[in-house]
C-alpha cells in the first residue's frame, strides 16, 4: 500500500523540543524528495521545509530557519522533523509529503501543540 | 516568502464553471512551471488536483484544469458538483528554491 504516516506529535512547553517521523511504504522512497507541510488550527496550509531524495539538499522557510531540521534516513524509509526552540505558534498539525507530481503523497498529519 | 493570493471564498450552482486565481510574483508563479492545486475537505489530507501548472494527476476529474499567464495561475472547475465543496490552494515553486501555498478559498457549491 502506498503511503506515508506520521508520527511523535504531542504538547510540549514552549522552548522545548520535538522529533516528528515519518514511515513510507510503497514506493521506492529513495527516488523522491520529500517536503513537511503544517497547518495551524482553522488556517491554511504553510510550506516548512523540502529534503533532496538522496538528502544532499535541504530547503526552509524563513519561519523555521535555525530551529527545525529535516533528514531522512533511506534505509528505514523515513523522514524526520527535528524541531527546537519550539514556540506556540509552531502549534499545527504537520503532514509529510512526497514531492512526485506536486505533493503527490500525504499522510493524515500529525498534532503539535506549543503550550506551557 | 509572501504567500500567493488567492480569493478567500467563492461560490457557484451545481453544473457551473468558476474559476478561482493565484496570484504571485516573478520569482514565483511568473518564472517557473512549477504551479500546483491542492483541495482539502474538513479534517482530511490535502489531495494534489493540478500539477506544473496544467497536468491532472491520474484519478482526478478532467473537469479540472489548470492554466497560467504571467504571475497569475489559475484553477477552473466546470460542472461544478456538491462534492466540490471543499478548500483550495496553489503552491509554487520560487526562486529561492523554497515552495510558498496561498492563503486558500473556500468554495462553496449552492
Known amino acids: 500500500q502506498v503511503q506515508v504516516v506520521e508520527s511523535g506529535g504531542g504538547v510540549v512547553q514552549p522552548g522545548g523540543s520535538l522529533r516528528l ?9 529513495n527516488s523522491y524528495g520529500m517536503h513537511w507541510v503544517r497547518q495551524a488550527p482553522g488556517k491554511g496550509l504553510e510550506w516548512v521545509t523540502f ?4 538528502g544532499t539538499n535541504e530547503n526552509y522557510a524563513d519561519s523555521v530557519k535555525g530551529r527545525f531540521t529535516i533528514s531522512r534516513d533511506n534505509s528505514k524509509n523515513t523522514l524526520y522533523l527535528q524541531m527546537n526552540s519550539l514556540r506556540p505558534e509552531d502549534t499545527a498539525v504537520y503532514y ?3 514531492d512526485g507530481g506536486g505533493l503527490d503523497l500525504w499522510g493524515q498529519g500529525t498534532l503539535v501543540t506549543v503550550s506551557s | 516568502q509572501s504567500a500567493l493570493t488567492q480569493p478567500a471564498s467563492m461560490s457557484g450552482s451545481p ?10 510574483t516573478s520569482s514565483d508563479v511568473g518564472s517557473y512551471n512549477y504551479v500546483s492545486w491542492y483541495q482539502q ?9 493540478i500539477y506544473d501548472v ?5 484519478g482526478v476529474s478532467d473537469r479540472f484544469s489548470g492554466s497560467k499567464s504571467g504571475n497569475t ?4 472547475i466546470s460542472g461544478l458538483q456538491a462534492e466540490d465543496e471543499a478548500d483550495y490552494y496553489c503552491n509554487s515553486y520560487t526562486s529561492i528554491g523554497t515552495w510558498v501555498f496561498g492563503g486558500g478559498t473556500k468554495l462553496t457549491v449552492l
Open chain 2, 73 to 76: 495561475a489559475s484553477l477552473t
Open chain 1, 21 to 29: 517521523s515519518c514511515a513510507a511504504s510503497g514506493f521506492t522512497f
Open chain 2, 41 to 49: 475537505h474538513p479534517g482530511k489530507a490535502p489531495k494534489v488536483m
Open chain 2, 15 to 24: 453544473g457551473q464553471s468558476i474559476t478561482i486565481s493565484c496570484t504571485g
Open chain 1, 96 to 98: 509529510c509529503a512526497k
Open chain 2, 54 to 58: 496544467t497536468n491532472r494527476p491520474s
Open chain 1, 51 to 54: 529534503i533532496r531524495y538522496d
